[in-house]
């Protein structure tokens, strides 16, 4: 086992305090913490110490010896480790987003090299050549959108301001729905927007409104981002399947699936990729065709990964490039696990003893690069939650 030290993502949208109180880092000036990333991804290379206390690049060691730290089958099939595993920190609602399928990737970063677009440009869609399917497992309450609901008939009849668009629905099904809202022009959106949020706002504001209507989340989008003109991504909060999941809980998300992380904290397993295609709840860069070519417009169920009361939960995930086990062990517990691909092992609560040919008492939270074929013991000296994330 290799010690880990991530990379801290200091994104607008993030708290101040969860990351750094798991970690116990020392965060200066009160600076945003929203994602801990754990991996060896360009965006974001996490540092592993190779000996005691000589800290090096994760990545650059694994480009060194691919088969020491990948194993031979991952070193042939990926050439890289193919994911990254993030803590995140969701105080502010994230974008409206889709993530590329593998050959979109392909083809999208290829197609931006070419134009010289820099990969740090603020108008780069592709920062990669691969795909971004993911996997979350919430650590608190956490709320979030996800996939077009299947009662869309109905939001349409029930908030006035969507009703003149029945007919883009009627004639074209989801896809020419949103497409036509996504397409309007500023002055066409504030039109629709302003009696919405003059509506909501003040509900909102007396605290009268619930996290499980989308009028809450519109609310908060107005007051927080309508600065210069109202937001398309509110159109998708009336769209979407607004989910809570409770701690414990997970889902996959795959390429094509629109959603957006609207608050709380989660752990967060996914390709080795930071390729994001934004519809709206957000500064950054926004591509309206880029991203409609990349959605998937089907009715979505949310399949919701319920906590198990187990001490192991594996969480499936269709995807070749990575998959997630959560452990939870009581005090005086003993757990072996032999590790067949690379893997990241993430304490997230709880001490512990672990033996990997030397013995060694860990403490939350922290993190650890585990090699194919290294087999460890731990024996929990309090109760333990810890995930470990590799290849498939």
């Known amino acids: 086992m290799y010690r880990l030290k991530g990379r801290i993502q200091p994104y607008a949208w993030g708290g101040n305090k ?30 592993v110490e190779i000996s005691e206390g000589k800290w090096t690049s994760l990545a650059g060691e694994i480009d060194a010896e691919k088969e020491f730290w990948l194993g031979k089958n991952i070193a042939q ?54 795909h971004k399917p993911e996997v979350m497992i919430a650590l608190s309450e956490f709320w979030l959108l996800h996939g077009f609901a299947e009662n869309i008939d109905e939001r349409l009849n029930q908030y006035s301001f969507l009703s003149p668009f029945k007919k883009n629905y009627q004639s074209g099904g989801i896809k020419e729905l949103y497409k036509t809202l996504m397409e309007l022009s500023q002055v066409e959106v504030d039109a629709l927007l302003a009696p919405l949020a003059d509506s909501i706002l003040p509900k909102y504001k007396q605290g009268l409104l619930k996290k499980s209507s989308p009028d809450f989340w519109a609310a908060r989008a107005f007051e927080n981002l309508s600065k210069d003109g109202y937001d398309k991504g509110i159109f998708s909060i009336y769209l979407f399947n607004i989910l809570r999941l409770e701690p414990g809980e997970g889902i996959f998300q795959g390429a094509g699936m629109p959603h957006a992380y609207l608050e709380g904290q989660n752990i967060e397993l996914m390709s080795n990729s930071d390729n994001v295609l934004r519809a709206g709840l957000t500064p950054k860069y926004i591509d309206i065709p880029e991203l409609l070519k990349n959605t998937l417009f089907n009715f979505t169920k949310p399949n919701v990964i319920r906590a198990q009361q187990t001490r192991q939960q594996h969480f499936e995930c269709p995807v070749p490039d990575f998959n997630i086990t959560t452990y939870k062990l009581a005090a005086g517990e003993q757990q072996s696990i032999l590790f067949h691909n690379p893997a990241i092992l993430l304490l997230i609560k709880g001490n512990m003893m672990v033996s990997d040919g030397s013995i060694k008492k860990v403490s939350a939270a922290v993190a650890f690069y585990c090699i194919p074929g290294e087999k460890i013991t731990i024996d929990a000296e309090s109760d333990l939650y810890f995930i470990v994330a590799s290849a498939d």
């Open 77 to 130: 099939k990926f050439g890289r480790l193919p994911f990254l595993l993030k803590v995140l920190d969701v105080k502010d609602m994230l974008s409206i987003q889709v993530h590329p399928t593998k050959k979109a990737a392909e083809e999208g970063f290829k197609a931006e090299n070419e134009k010289g677009i820099p990969l740090n440009a603020p108008n780069r869609n592709y920062k990669d050549d691969n």
């Open 18 to 47: 969860f990351i750094p109180d798991l970690f116990h880092l020392k965060i200066e000036n009160a600076a945003t913490t929203a994602e801990y990333w754990l991996g060896a991804h360009p965006g974001g290379i996490t540092e």
